[in-house]
């Protein structure tokens, strides 16, 4: 299984496709024949007007780092690249004219790919350190974590429930339909050991310490070879597909719940920048922000032509790992069935309810402070996120 590493701590956090465990992918840079592969030529595109012509307000480069190889989760922000970006499949990253409405912003956007790329480094770590970067993908529980030292301002949510789920066999337990239920009747939980939820699902009594195994490492061997009596985590963009139809052990269907249904309500990957670089980025994110919100918008109602764009990005990068065109397909079908991309509360797209992310900061502090590392005395919502940048007009 292709594995990502939580961003809180150095640790294998959450499969994103089916293939090879996560030991495999430490070697994955080294795959790379070092060569940069700009595919078909892209075409000269008509230059965009008004507010869609970010010449002069955002950098000439707008670079984004994720914390993962290119996928449909993130495609309506790969969907600004076009259908032929360059791939330099050395460093794992697609570059393009900025592309809206077939249109060219007058800047570059470059997509830079993390996890195995980077060491598996937290995204916050690595703005810290590369001011190349100009925004970051980072979840809530990595910016509550990180707010005393790496602290980062979400100013656009793609994906407004987090996709992380605890699955298990529908055939080897019937009777469960719920993580209380996998609590309740003392089975083992595979996770990767340290990702933030856990320590959720344990101090709130959903699950026991005694039941949980932190020594998931994205191998589907475990869970197949038990016949389904352990349960796992994993994404429910992601492993229901994998299991019923890559993984060649199992191909059976399987049942979860999302994690977001259990009170751990964070918002899974963010754009976000540094603080420092506010007053500097305001009138580009004036302008950005609202882009992301209508390629997002846009992604959704028609995927084929990006997800046909990140399976190839995937092909080229050899990750070893294969995303098919199918995989894609299904991952854009469940950010909509189970509402991972949907409206914000205030029926925006991307934007945020600062009462749930309070929520988070005060369901992290004690657990933060169990592992040793303090929150910020005085953290607040509005430290970590803000709709300032977002265009209420947009929703799907």
Request: hydrophobic residues 40%; aromatic residues 8%; contains cysteine.
């Amino acid at each position: 299984m292709r594995t990502r590493r939580s961003t809180r701590r150095r640790r294998p956090a959450a499969p994103l496709a089916a293939g090879l465990a996560a030991v495999l992918l430490a070697a994955l840079t080294a795959c790379s024949d070092g060569a940069s592969d700009s595919g078909q030529a892209a075409p000269s595109l008509p230059a965009a007007s008004g507010k869609d012509d970010l010449r002069g307000v955002c950098p000439a480069t707008v670079t984004l780092q994720m914390n993962w190889y290119p996928q449909a989760e993130h495609g309506g922000l790969y969907h600004l690249l076009g259908s032929s970006p360059k791939v330099d499949t050395s460093r794992k990253t697609l570059t393009a004219p900025l592309t809206v409405d077939g249109h060219d912003t007058g800047v570059t956007f470059q997509i830079r790919s993390g996890g195995p790329v980077t060491g598996f480094q937290p995204v916050s770590t690595l703005m810290a350190s590369d001011p190349s970067i100009t925004l970051g993908v980072v979840a809530t529980d990595e910016q509550v974590a990180q707010a005393g030292t790496h602290r980062l301002q979400a100013v656009f949510s793609p994906m407004d429930v987090n996709p992380q789920i605890i699955m298990w066999s529908p055939q080897a337990h019937p009777e469960w339909k719920s993580i209380a239920d996998i609590g309740r009747a003392g089975a083992t939980v595979l996770y990767a050991n340290g990702v933030p939820f856990m320590d959720y699902l344990t101090g709130s009594g959903l699950l026991r310490k005694s039941q949980v195994d932190g020594s998931y490492d994205g191998s589907p061997a475990r869970f197949a070879t038990s016949g389904g009596k352990v349960a796992q985590q994993g994404y429910v963009t992601n492993e229901p597909y994998a299991y019923e139809h890559e993984v060649t052990a199992w191909h059976k269907p399987v049942a979860f719940q999302l994690v977001h249904d259990t009170g751990y309500a964070i918002y899974p990957e963010s754009v976000a920048f540094r603080p420092a670089d506010k007053a500097k980025l305001a009138p580009c994110l004036k302008r950005l922000v609202p882009i992301f919100q209508r390629s997002t918008a846009e992604y959704m109602r028609d995927p084929a032509s990006t997800n046909a764009m990140i399976v190839d990005a995937v092909k080229r990068f050899n990750t070893t790992a294969a995303y098919t065109a199918e995989h894609a397909a299904f991952a854009h079908d469940a950010l909509a069935k189970y509402g991972i991309v949907r409206n914000g509360a205030n029926g925006v797209l991307g934007s945020f309810d600062t009462s749930r992310v309070a929520k988070v900061i005060g369901l992290l502090r004690p657990l933060e402070a169990r592992n040793g590392k303090a929150v910020p005395a005085g953290l607040a919502a509005g430290d970590l996120v803000t709709d300032e940048f977002l265009d209420p007009s947009v929703h799907l």
